[in-house]
């Protein structure tokens, strides 16, 4: 069997900033852009009662096999809340890596995953591991 795909998700993310209140953000089209995850922190500027919205975007692609799709986030500051195409899927509290089964969350081609993090001191010194989507077989 050829080996299936992962997908590193760790660049060409993009980043808006927002006061805490509203739970649910709507992401506009003109955040900044983040070149790698894994180096990424809050700006200064945004500190206690601010979050930040960081947004990627990936395609994926039909295969011959039956897969699911396992995303791994080893890293991430406490309090990170993961999104998938809308949907809320959990929350990071700092202690463990995410690993989720995002396979009925996810569509062929067009997908996106958001990462909600509260700024301020509690992040000082928080990162981002490398992100990937994992393409897995289907149990039989």
Do not use: K
């Not at 998700?9 to 509203?22: G, N, S, T």
């Not at 992401?27 to 180096?39: D, I, R």
């Amino acid at each position: 069997m050829t080996s299936l795909p992962v997908l590193s998700l760790d660049a060409r993310w993009r980043v808006e900033y927002f006061e805490l209140d509203p739970d649910l953000y709507e992401f506009g089209s003109t955040g900044q852009p983040v070149e790698s995850l894994m180096g990424w922190c809050c700006e200064g500027r945004y500190d206690e009662g601010w979050a930040a919205w960081l947004r990627h975007t990936f395609w994926l692609e039909p295969l011959d096999a039956c897969v699911n799709y396992v995303l791994e986030i080893p890293a991430a500051p406490g309090r990170t809340v993961l999104y998938v195409n809308g949907r809320r899927l959990g929350e990071f509290d700092g202690a463990r890596p995410f690993r989720f089964d995002i396979t009925d969350y996810v569509a062929l081609e067009d997908n996106w995953i958001g990462l909600r993090v509260e700024c301020g001191p509690c992040l000082a010194g928080a990162r981002f591991g490398e992100v990937r989507l994992r393409t897995v077989p289907c149990d039989t």
